[in-house]
Structure formats: structure tokens, C-alpha cells
């Protein structure tokens, strides 16, 4: 008679599927799933933006090549850092925002859950994008389903216990309750529960982890909750000084490991700020990708960080 099953699935993890897992923001990056942007984003107009979720100022058109290149330069980046990049090599040709992986893939310590994007013309990418997920071994353990809607980016990890969960018009009740249920299975015991501004949409807009103790926020979009989390594991958090940086995306920068980053150019102000704070910043110009209204953190889906220790959390 077969013996009983008396593991974990975090104890089976290695083993059976490989050295998959996220927990943070910042611990080490190991690998990333992207989607070069291919024919999806050619003849894209400010016509479409809102059709297409896009949010190009007047006159703006998608110069194709440069948003490639500009892409390119990003896995470039993660190369050099030792980052295994892994693409999704297809997608739906009617649905310009996929290259945006970070709200289709939400890594966790235990594999990964799969959104369902909170905007329809988004929902063909998912499945393009679970595709590639499962041909690198990687578990996905949960997709969101029924009338539940939830974009990746909802969530940030500040260490294997504590994430914070912004809801609003990218993720409804059902899909929150989805995805707590399944952090709540992998051990997660602090959800700290926002309601992400309308015109922002996602966590990365306003917030970023860039050190075991830095976090970067903009003042007047971060309510005063997350603030009190973070300094209670010992962060210290520093403002955008301008709005014209917040929508410049200075937040939407991903961490390379604790203290190093890679952020867009044209933030001066917010590099000045980081970089006083001991982080090393590696700047990329996304100009033309950011037409799109992503940047870093949007177009990179993380798969594989070294874990950090569990913060102690001083009341």
C-alpha cells in the first residue's frame, strides 16, 4: 500500500518542480517571465487608449521599434545582473497591453497565481501567459476564476508573512477574497487591505520597496496604514518630491537585490532621494514604452527571489 501523503507542497517544491518562489520585493532576482512586444503593438493611436486600457496624451502614436529596443535594453539589464529572463513567445494579436506581465503572473513563495484582469480586453493574455509558466515547470496554484477579477500588481510582498493588497478597479471582492485564501494557505498571516486610487489602478503607481529598511511612496496617494506597516518593520520611507515624477512612474522600478535597482530615467529628483539613501540606481529610458502606462515593475513578472528573513514587527 502507497504510503500517505505527509509533506508540504513548500517541502515537495524543489523536488518536484524546481527552485521556484517569491516572498519580497527586493531579495535577490533570479527570474523573470517578459513578453517582447510584437505585432500586438503596431498601429496603436491615442484613439485607442481607451478602448485599449492606454493612456497616451494627445497626438501620440506607439513607435514600435523603440518600445522593442527599449524592452530589449530592460532584459539587457537583467542579464547582466544574472537574471534568467523567460518570455512569453505569443499572445493574442488583438491585445497591445500584454508585454504588462506583472498583472498577469503574481509570483508567490509556493508557485504562482494567474489574474484575471480587472479590464476585458485583457483577459485573452492570461491564458498565452499561463502557457509559459507552465512550460518552465513553474506550479500554478491558483487562477482566478468565477466572477473574480484581480491584476498581479495588486500585491506587494514585504516579506513571506505580510503583503499588501490593494483593491479597487482592478480587483473586486471576489478576487480578493480568491487570492487571500491561497496566501492564507502559504502562511501569509498580515494582509494589509487598501483601496488603490482610480486613476492610479495599481500598487506600483505610488509605492516601491527598493531595501530591507527603504521603501519609496508618494505622500498624498499612500494611505497613512501602509505607512504604519512599514515603519513598524523598521523602513523608512521616502517621498516622490513631485507629482510630475509620481506620473513619470518613478515609483515602477524593480529591485535587482537589497540595494541595487533599476528605475526610469527622467526622475532626477527621486534618483537624488534613493541614492542618498545608499541605493544604487541603474537608470533605462522607457519614453516610449511608457506610453503604454507601464514601466519596470509593469512589464516584468518575478518567478524566482532569494527569500529574506521574516521582519520583526515593533508595535
Known amino acids: 500500500m502507497a504510503e500517505q501523503t505527509m509533506t508540504t507542497f513548500i517541502q515537495d517544491l524543489p523536488k518536484l518542480y524546481g527552485n521556484w518562489g517569491v516572498d519580497s520585493e527586493i531579495g535577490k532576482l533570479r527570474s523573470v517571465l517578459m513578453h517582447r512586444p510584437g505585432r500586438e503593438i503596431e498601429h496603436i493611436t491615442r484613439e485607442d487608449s481607451e478602448r485599449l486600457a492606454f493612456v497616451m496624451t494627445e497626438g501620440d502614436h506607439y513607435h514600435p521599434e523603440l518600445v522593442r529596443r527599449q524592452h530589449d535594453a530592460v532584459a539587457q539589464i537583467y542579464r547582466e545582473n544574472g537574471v534568467q529572463v523567460n518570455y512569453v513567445e505569443e499572445t493574442d494579436p488583438e491585445c497591445p497591453n500584454a508585454m504588462f506581465c506583472r498583472d498577469l503572473v503574481l509570483g508567490t513563495p509556493e508557485g504562482v497565481i494567474m489574474a484575471r484582469p480587472g479590464i476585458s480586453v485583457r483577459l485573452p493574455e492570461v491564458k498565452y501567459a499561463a502557457s509559459a509558466v ?27 508573512e505580510t503583503v499588501i493588497f490593494g483593491t479597487g478597479t482592478r480587483c473586486n471582492a471576489s478576487g480578493y477574497r480568491q487570492v487571500c485564501e491561497e496566501l492564507e494557505n502559504m502562511g501569509v498571516k498580515h494582509i494589509y487591505t487598501i483601496s488603490i486610487p482610480r486613476r492610479l489602478k495599481h500598487l506600483d503607481g505610488m509605492l516601491a520597496i527598493a531595501d530591507y529598511d527603504v521603501a ?58 534613493l541614492c542618498e539613501a545608499g541605493i544604487e540606481c541603474i537608470e533605462v529610458d522607457l519614453s516610449e514604452l511608457k506610453k503604454g502606462g507601464g514601466a519596470l515593475h509593469c512589464i516584468t513578472a518575478f518567478l524566482k527571489r532569494d527569500s529574506i528573513p521574516v521582519y ?3 508595535e
Open 134 to 160: 507552465a512550460r518552465l515547470g513553474v506550479p500554478i496554484i491558483k487562477t482566478v476564476n468565477g466572477s473574480g477579477t484581480f491584476d498581479g500588481a495588486c500585491i506587494f510582498w514585504i516579506d513571506r
Open 216 to 273: 519609496l511612496a508618494f505622500s498624498r496617494s499612500t494611505p497613512e496604514l501602509v505607512y504604519e506597516a512599514l515603519e513598524k518593520r523598521g523602513f523608512r520611507v521616502l517621498e516622490i518630491p513631485t507629482l510630475e515624477e509620481r506620473d513619470n512612474l518613478a515609483a515602477n522600478f524593480v529591485a535587482l537585490e537589497p540595494g541595487k535597482i533599476v528605475m526610469p530615467a527622467g526622475n532626477p529628483k527621486t534618483k537624488k532621494l
Open 312 to 314: 520583526p514587527v515593533k
